[in-house]
């Protein structure tokens, strides 16, 4: 039907609250869009795939590609702050000067970018509907949602733009983002948030995504993240009483179905849970959450967006839970998903706080760090505290009382006695992690993540190959992340960077370690050392001798 058509899909990045695409994860919008165009009748050889980084680091090639298509369409949009280490998401300057610079093709800004209010001069279409959905109508002039549901749509298009990965840069080392469902299931929405900005919701079928995760393994893929919804608990719910309850057999249904396609995958976690469900819900939920924690892997975090834990911004900004409510649902996921499977904890609670709200006073930083200090104390696991900063969403403007020196003092105080201790219960000293993938290199340190779900950033010290995936082991903790050692780790092939990291050592006892001929055991190494240092706390940390690895 379109043998001549070229068309090419940029991927800007996506960010927002229910869905991640910045590298190394890969969002459901560009797939979504990609099986689109192959539903439409294009063939793979007529549909260029690129990242806007790879734009960056070869411009004039890949903008004449763009300029040789008849549609473009750029994916983007970060409608929540964040920092990244895996790529950096298109600015709206860029746009504008991509759509500039493209004078002949239609070219569609898509994604949760739409919802910010834009005025882009360069582009032709803000396709404000589900992902691909208006590039299909631009090429088909039909509509197939007219004789089928959303969701079914979606369903196919997830399954054929399952393709769309091998072309990513990250693959095979790719977090592929699953959509449950679309758009907040709550009556009334926090003020702050575009999720209630998505005009096109819908409930993806369990079937629909257990075949695409299926299409998705066919091609090599074997990292999955159910990131794309507000409240994972209420995935297909049930309602009664008026009320919106956790449907226990379809999340079974959906882990197990995902587990049975893809029994040798690496990574399954999942994002988002609001907190007042659990709590609301707590027979209920624990039993969800145990099944969960039973077919997914280890190190897996629920997202629970308290945002703050001042009863006067809870109220001046809609926002659906309680410090009592967070409270509770911590502790119950600690009771049921935080046990340890090759060291690291199945399922914790992250905890999102977010400034510049409405109503916020200087008081409101004390009710957050007491609400931290209360976690700690009680002895329970966060495994992310994530503070933010209001992004700016159509007419939501942030409104601070309290100067940048008063927020710069409250972070550190919640890094110092919070972040870091908490960092030390949920991965202590000798935690062994896994498939940690070199992502950046400064200086002498290589910093390294796992795929999952908000992975902790890991130092590792050295200059370690781009890519490089590296087992390690915990030594230090710093306020948010760790620093590991290549495991096994022979103390006689150390350099002194890396020696320097262990425990109490420092340089000089470092250089004294490097400049020995041959250690053999641990009784030498404690003569090596003075009398004052305690060489116990070296023995899950170093190896002598390849046979005893």
């Known amino acids: 039907m379109f043998n001549s058509t070229k068309i090419c899909i940029l991927d800007g990045y996506l960010d927002e609250p229910s869905c991640l695409g910045v590298p190394p994860y890969i969002s459901p919008h560009v797939r979504y869009t990609y099986g689109a165009l192959l539903a439409a009748g294009l063939s793979k050889e007529q549909l260029d795939y690129f990242t806007i980084d790879q734009l960056r680091g070869n411009r004039e090639e890949l903008l004449s590609k763009l300029r040789s298509a008849e549609i473009v369409v750029i994916v983007a949009g970060t409608t929540v702050p964040g920092k990244y280490l895996g790529g950096s998401p298109i600015t709206l300057t860029e746009i504008e000067e991509i759509g500039g610079c493209l004078e002949e093709p239609v070219v569609f800004l898509s994604g949760p970018i739409i919802n910010c209010n834009l005025q882009v001069k360069s582009i032709d279409k803000l396709a404000e509907e589900v992902p ?7 090429l088909t002039g039909e509509d197939p949602t007219v004789e089928l549901e959303i969701n079914e749509v979606v369903d196919s298009w997830a399954r054929l733009g399952a393709e769309l990965t091998v072309e990513h840069p990250n693959y095979p080392y790719l977090m592929c983002e699953l959509e449950t469902y679309r758009g907040c299931l709550r009556e009334k929405h926090c003020s702050f948030c575009s999720e209630a900005l998505k005009k096109a919701t819908y409930q993806r ?19 999955f993240r159910l990131g794309s919804q507000t409240d994972l608990l209420l995935y297909q719910a049930l309602e009664e009483k008026d009320n919106l309850v956790p449907n226990f057999e379809a999340i079974k249904k959906l882990y197990t179905g995902i587990r049975k396609v893809v029994p040798d995958l690496k990574t399954l976690h999942m994002d988002n849970i609001n907190p007042s469900t659990i709590a609301d819900n707590p027979e209920r939920s624990a039993k969800a959450l145990k099944e969960i924690a039973k077919h997914n892997t280890a190190g897996d975090i629920a997202a629970f967006g308290l945002e703050s834990a001042d009863p006067q911004v809870l109220a001046a900004n809609n926002i659906g839970t309680s410090p009592e409510k967070t409270f509770e649902a911590i ?3 600690n009771q049921v998903s935080a046990y340890r499977q090759a060291g690291v904890p199945k399922l914790l609670p992250g905890l999102n706080f977010l400034h510049g709200l409405k109503g916020e006073r200087p008081e409101t930083l004390e009710y957050n760090f007491e609400f931290l200090q209360k976690v700690l104390t009680a002895g329970l696991m966060l495994r992310r505290i994530n503070i933010r900063q209001v992004n700016p969403i159509q007419e939501y403007q942030a409104e601070y009382s309290y100067d940048k020196h008063q ?4 972070k550190q105080r919640i890094n110092e006695e919070i972040n870091q201790p908490m960092l030390k219960r949920v991965f202590p000293q000798g935690t062994i992690l896994k498939e940690v993938i070199v992502e950046q290199i400064k200086g002498k340190l290589s910093y390294a993540r796992q795929l999952g779900t908000y992975p902790i950033l890991v130092g590792i010290p050295g200059q ?10 915990v030594v230090d903790h710093g306020y948010r ?30 250089m004294r370690i490097f400049m020995a001929k041959k250690i053999e055991n641990f009784a030498q190494l404690s003569q090596l050392l003075d009398h004052s240092y305690d060489i116990e706390q070296l023995e899950d940390l170093i190896t002598f001798k390849e046979e005893e690895y």
Do not use: C
Request: net charge negative; no cysteine.
């Open 481 to 510: 992340s760790l620093t590991a050692l290549p495991w096994p780790f022979d103390i006689n092939q150390a350099s002194v960077a890396e020696l320097k990291t262990l425990p109490g050592i420092g340089k000089s006892r470092a």
């Open 464 to 473: 370690h190959d781009l890519g490089e995936s590296l087992e390690v082991k």
């Open 331 to 333: 502790k119950i996921m």
């Open 205 to 223: 079928s369990i079937e629909g995504i257990v075949k695409e995760v299926e299409r998705l393994a066919e091609l090599g893929n074997h990292y």
């Open 132 to 138: 691909g959905l208006a590039v299909y109508k631009e």
């Open 407 to 410: 927020f710069k003092e409250y």
